[in-house]
T-cell receptor, first 114, second 114 residues
Framework: AQSVAQPEDQVNVAEGNPLTVKCTYSVSGNPYLFWYVQYPNRGLQFLLKYITGDNLVKGSYGFEAEFNKSQTSFHLKKPSALVSDSALYFCAVRVREYGNKLVFGAGTILRVKS | DGGITQSPKYLFRKEGQNVTLSCEQNLNHDAMYWYRQDPGQGLRLIYYSQIVNDFQKGDIAEGYSVSREKKESFPLTVTSAQKNPTAFYLC?????????????FGQGTRLTVV
């Protein structure tokens, strides 16, 4: 089955430090990968996507993600974390079934402490 | 402003009652989706629609029904057959059912059975 995994339920980082939220995928063919962020009781906001081309993708709010085909990973990164980055982060992959639905990981809670 | 509007934000349902969640979009998107979010489980697809007057079951369609009479609207009915309906429900849309396009999400409806 095509899937994504987010191995960490929670990531804690100090404000100003770099952050990484991990994601690995298992899909057939070339993957279309996405990162979304969710604040409490809100919908998901799109951050960035990897379709093809450069392995380093830049997105909203200073976030970037690195696609690594050999390790089947798509980790989300930010050079300097802000307290306001604290939220729930989802990695997702588009699959051809079900109208090209998004398959989501379980999510990772990011806590940035001042 | 263009976007997806879900209503109501909070909904309470009595045992044995059907309730309908509204989802409207003015993005001129063809594809619309309903996801259910439970803590620690990510998002799971309930139903999707790629075109007006057509919709398909997702991974967890039992106990739910939808309609797509207009391009802009994709309401979800949670029927009394849904054994555990308490969850956060998210509606999404995308331009077409093409893998490299991101989906846009509404702000969600939190349904609680009382």
């Amino acid at each position: 089955a095509q899937s994504v995994a987010q191995p960490e339920d929670q990531v804690n980082v100090a404000e100003g430090n770099p952050l990484t939220v991990k994601c690995t995928y298992s899909v057939s063919g070339n993957p279309y990968l996405f990162w979304y962020v969710q604040y409490p009781n809100r919908g998901l906001q799109f951050l960035l996507k990897y379709i093809t081309g450069d392995n380093l993708v830049k997105g909203s709010y200073g976030f970037e993600a690195e696609f690594n085909k050999s390790q089947t990973s798509f980790h989300l990164k930010k050079p300097s974390a802000l307290v306001s980055d604290s939220a729930l982060y989802f990695c997702a992959v588009r699959v051809r079934e079900y109208g090209n639905k998004l398959v989501f990981g379980a999510g990772t809670i990011l806590r940035v402490k001042s | 402003d263009g976007g997806i509007t879900q209503s109501p934000k909070y909904l309470f349902r009595k045992e044995g009652q059907n309730v309908t969640l509204s989802c409207e979009q003015n993005l001129n998107h063809d594809a619309m989706y309903w996801y259910r979010q439970d803590p620690g489980q990510g998002l799971r697809l309930i139903y999707y629609s790629q075109i007006v007057n057509d919709f398909q079951k997702g991974d967890i369609a039992e106990g739910y029904s939808v309609s797509r009479e207009k391009k802009e609207s994709f309401p979800l009915t949670v029927t009394s057959a849904q054994k555990n309906p308490t969850a956060f429900y998210l509606c999404a849309s995308s331009i077409v059912t093409v893998g490299n396009t991101e989906a846009f999400f509404g702000q969600g409806t939190r349904l609680t059975v009382v």
